[in-house]
């Protein structure tokens, strides 16, 4: 399968047409953006390791009866992807409290939630990806009910089974970000990426941070944190 015209350029990530109107080409950048593009830099390696990680999971969700849009793996950086209509949601689901969760609330970093927090964003950085509800969504005709409850229902399950495997890598996963797409039948798939870029990942036994923090707050040790997650998924 081979590139044709760049479609779209992203903070993170590239995507070309292909020779099928019904495949793109993601191909991930090595470029860290946080604060809606307010800081920029680099992260070496960091293209790879998404798309690495981001594949591997899809699979995993695959095997486990979640529809996502992974096609193929062309190399370390570029994948195919069937072409969606992204839905203009942010779909975050929270274990424990961190970020903006802690932030908004007032409350401390590291609080286990008894049941999983549901909430969307919408996709929209000019108005710096505001909290929605779903009438909300419903009002601005972001998605229909159906696709709603449909995207929750899959974001749950989502959780269960990347909670069960980062469990056995020795990783906490404390909070994440989903996309999903419309594909050209209606039917709603997990679109995006699914990585240390879109992931909280607390180490099980020291609570470091493994993940895009480490950018976001000037933790230092970026790169290392993105190659011990690749570790602890591949085993590398
Ligand atoms: P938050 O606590 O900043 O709302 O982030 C929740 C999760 O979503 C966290 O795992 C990081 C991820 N995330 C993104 O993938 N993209 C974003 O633009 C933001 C703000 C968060």
């Known amino acids: 399968m081979e590139k044709t015209n760049q479609l779209y350029e992203g903070k993170a990530k590239k995507v070309f047409a292909t020779e099928d109107p019904s495949l793109v080409i993601v191909s991930y950048k090595d470029d860290a953006t946080a604060f809606d593009g307010a800081k920029k830099g680099e992260i070496r390696g960091k293209g790879a390791v998404n798309n690495r990680m981001s594949n591997f999971l899809m699979r995993k969700l695959e095997a486990a009866g979640i529809p996502t849009h992974f096609a193929e793996e062309l190399n370390d950086r570029e994948t195919v992807v069937k072409k969606v209509e992204i839905v203009p949601l942010e779909v975050i689901i929270r274990n424990v409290s961190a970020g903006h969760f802690a932030s908004r609330y007032g409350v401390e970093e590291g609080i286990v939630f008894d049941e999983p927090v549901f ?22 005709k972001l998605a229909t009910r159906e696709e709603i409850d449909t995207i929750r229902n899959m974001a749950l399950k989502v959780n269960e089974v990347l909670k069960a495997f980062f469990a056995g890598c020795g990783v906490r996963l404390i909070d994440f970000k989903l996309e999903f797409g419309r594909l050209p039948d209606g039917s709603i798939v997990l679109a995006d990426e699914i990585s240390p870029d879109t992931c909280r990942f607390w180490d099980a036994q020291t609570n470091e941070k493994l993940d895009k ?5 000037d933790l230092g040790g970026v790169e290392e944190a993105y190659q011990e997650m690749m570790r602890r998924v591949f085993g590398e």
């Open 213 to 217: 923090d480490r950018f976001r707050r």
């Open 119 to 140: 909430e969307f964003s919408y996709k929209n950085d000019d108005l710096h990806d505001p909290l929605l509800n779903t009438s909300h969504a419903l009002a601005l």
